[in-house]
């Protein structure tokens, strides 16, 4: 993600202008890993399921053993308050986050009540409407609960989706299909993904290896209130080499038609388009 021109940070107790610090060396979360965030959008005035954003830091910060210090309600104030410094017609990634400050006697769990928080406004633009992307396969996959916290939106997860988007990125592709503990499809490394095949709309089945998206979760609903067939089930690689339509789902740009599946081709379709639009539609109206 290129460094967007205007970044706002709030930080103990306070909205300050540019990215300022805010974690020392000794913190837990600087050399343990012991952080999470959450990522929501604000554009044409609006900032669609902040809410559900929001109570997902916490929820994600429950599950790393660190203690959120802020509620649902507090945090879509603060954010509220930091989006009267950027225009209307501005595209802003809001990023709330916590972080453990100390640890136990072990110095591994982190210390109950001592937590970092902090959020932070940066004016990303919208990728263009359209905007397409391809996809390769990659020998990394998905880890499970057993191994990893994939209950948590956590930036310790994140250099195992590096080195997808890296070996993908070696092939010519920008982004990995990826695949789960079992070889089922599971998601893209940078979001949820979604096949269209005969009008009937299919999706990887949530089975706790990936977090299922805020904003999948609302095409879902999208899709039902419409009238579409949807399915959420295990799906393999070649069932996205079967499809019609393929997209991926994810907050930072919401919906982006895939051309390519290394050597199968797509044309971004009619399904695709409709939900783009129905979306749209949801995040400009009284919601």
């Known amino acids: 993600m290129a460094v967007g021109q205007n970044i706002s940070t709030y930080f103990e107790g306070a909205w300050h202008d540019g990215d300022v610090p805010i974690m020392r060396a000794a913190d837990h979360g600087a050399w343990l890993g012991s952080n999470v965030f959450d990522g929501a959008r604000y554009f044409d005035g609006v900032a669609p399921d902040l809410e559900a ?31 009267t410094r950027y225009s209307g017609d501005s595209a802003v ?17 982190p210390q ?6 902090a ?43 590096a080195r997808m988007l890296a070996e993908v990125n070696a092939k010519g592709y920008a982004n990995a299909l990826v695949a789960d503990a079992m070889g089922n499809v ?48 295990v799906l393999s690689f070649d069932d996205f080499r079967a499809a019609d339509e393929v997209f991926l789902s994810g907050n930072m740009n919401k919906v982006t038609p895939v051309t390519e599946f290394e050597g199968t081709h797509f044309q971004p ?9 129905m979306y749209w539609d949801w995040a400009l109206s009284d919601q």
């Open 186 to 233: 599971a998601e893209s490394a940078t979001s949820n993904v979604f096949m269209v095949r005969d009008g009937e709309v299919f999706t990887p089945i949530a089975n706790g290896t990936f977090l299922a998206g805020i904003t999948r979760a609302r095409h879902l609903v999208n899709l039902e209130k419409e009238g579409v067939t949807i399915h959420e089930t």
């Open 112 to 117: 109950p009540e001592r937590t970092g928080f």
């Open 53 to 83: 954003h929001c109570a997902r830091v916490n929820r994600s910060a429950e599950a790393l053993m660190i203690t959120p210090t802020v509620t649902t309600e507090e945090m879509v104030e603060i954010v509220w308050e930091g989006l």
């Open 119 to 161: 959020i932070c406004l940066e004016e990303i633009a919208l990728a263009p409407a359209d905007a397409v992307v391809t996809l390769g396969t990659t020998r990394f996959r998905r880890p499970v609960l057993e191994s990893s916290v994939v209950n948590a939106k956590a930036g310790c997860l994140y250099p195992n989706n």
């Open 269 to 277: 379709g009619p399904v695709t388009a409709r939900v783009r639009e």
């Open 93 to 109: 990634y809001i990023r709330p986050m916590y972080w453990a400050i100390d640890g136990d006697r072990t110095a591994i769990v």
